[in-house]
C-alpha cells in the first residue's frame, strides 16, 4: 500500500485532484480538515481540549463549533490560533494514523490524505511521498473570486499565510501542474501513480 500527502496553495485544486484519485482508483482519502472537524463535535477528543481556549462567541446555542466564526477570531489572534492547534494537530495526526491502518487491513493499494500544513506537520515521516499541486498565482486567484467569491484583499490574506511556490517545491517530492485543463493534470496524476505500481480501476 501506498501513502501519498498532497499539499498547496489555496486555490490550486486539491479538492479536484483528490476527486479524481477518488474515482479512479482503488484510494481512501483522508482530508485533515474534515478529520479536524469531526474530533471538534461534542464529545470528540479535541472538543474538550479546546473549549477553555476558544471564546464563548464561536458556539452555538447547542455547543458546536462555528467554524467561520472561528476562522475570523483566528485571524485576529494568531496566537490562540497557534494554542488551539497545538491541541488538535497531534489529535488529528492520531486519527490519520488510525485511519491508514485500517486500510492497510482492509488490502487497500492507496492512501491519500491532504492537509494545508503536510509540510509543516512533517508528514513526510508518514507518507512515501508528498506531492504539491501547483496553480499560477493568477490562476488560483481567479478561481477564488469565482468559486468563493473573495475580495482581492482576502486572496492576498490567505496566499501570503500560506508557504511559498519556492518553499512547497522545496519540502515536497512531486509537482503537479494544475494551472490549465484538467485533462493534463489527470495524465500527471495517472503517470505519477503507475510510477508508484498503482493502476487505475479499470487497469
Known sequence: MK????????GAGKSEVLNYIEKAYDAVII???????KLLMPGEKAYSGVKELL????????????????????????????????????LVKEEIL??????????????????????????????DELWFVYAAPAVRAERLRDSRG???ERIRAVMDSQLSDEEFIK???VIINNSGDFEATKDSIDKELLRLGVKRWEQ
Open 171 to 173: 519540502g515536497t517530492d
Open 3 to 10: 501513502i501519498l500527502g498532497i499539499t498547496g496553495g489555496v
Open 150 to 152: 473573495y475580495s482581492e
Open 98 to 127: 488510525s485511519i491508514i491502518e485500517v486500510a492497510r487491513n482492509n488490502k487497500k493499494s492507496l492512501v491519500v490524505m491532504e492537509a494545508a500544513l503536510l509540510i509543516e506537520e512533517h508528514y513526510d515521516k508518514i507518507c
Open 55 to 90: 471564546p464563548k462567541e464561536v458556539y452555538t446555542d447547542d455547543g458546536m463549533i462555528d467554524n467561520k466564526k472561528m476562522a475570523a477570531v483566528f485571524f485576529n489572534d494568531k496566537n490562540l490560533k497557534e494554542s488551539v492547534n497545538s491541541v488538535v494537530f497531534p
Open 31 to 37: 482530508k485533515a480538515d474534515n478529520v479536524a472537524a
